[in-house]
Nanobody
Framework: VQLQASGGGLVQAGGSLRLACAASGTLVSTNTMRWYRQAPGKQREFVATISSLGITIYVDSVKGRFTISRDNAKNTVYLQMNSLKPEDTAVYYC?????????WGQGTQVTVSS
């Protein structure tokens, strides 16, 4: 299983970015996919998840601003991030799990300037 995250960058507060996580060796349509983030000096935290049934869950701090979705044909999961805040600055990782193994993408940096 490989997860390739992309789409990060530098954006001003209030701006938007869309992260993408292209999967290989697994299907995003049949697996729960998650986004996490890790800010400097902080622990990695859960951001959003989408289940095989399309059920989505978000951490409270991003509700109403972030949207997780997937494109089954492209085998890719997205994280649309709107109204970005400086506190959203972090490395964002996509993740999935197969039985007892958790897979992580390489991370993509998101920096939000004030």
């Amino acid at each position: 299983v490989q997860l390739q995250a992309s789409g990060g960058g530098l954006v001003q507060a209030g701006g938007s970015l869309r992260l993408a996580c292209a999967a290989s060796g697994t299907l995003v349509s049949t697996n729960t996919m998650r986004w996490y983030r890790q800010a400097p000096g902080k622990q990695r935290e859960f951001v959003a998840t989408i289940s095989s049934l399309g059920i989505t869950i978000y951490v409270d701090s991003v509700k109403g601003r972030f949207t997780i979705s997937r494109d089954n044909a492209k085998n890719t999961v997205y994280l649309q991030m709107n109204s970005l805040k400086p506190e959203d600055t972090a490395v964002y990782y996509c993740s999935t799990q197969n039985l007892d193994t958790i897979y992580w993408g390489q991370g993509t940096q998101v920096t939000v300037s004030s």
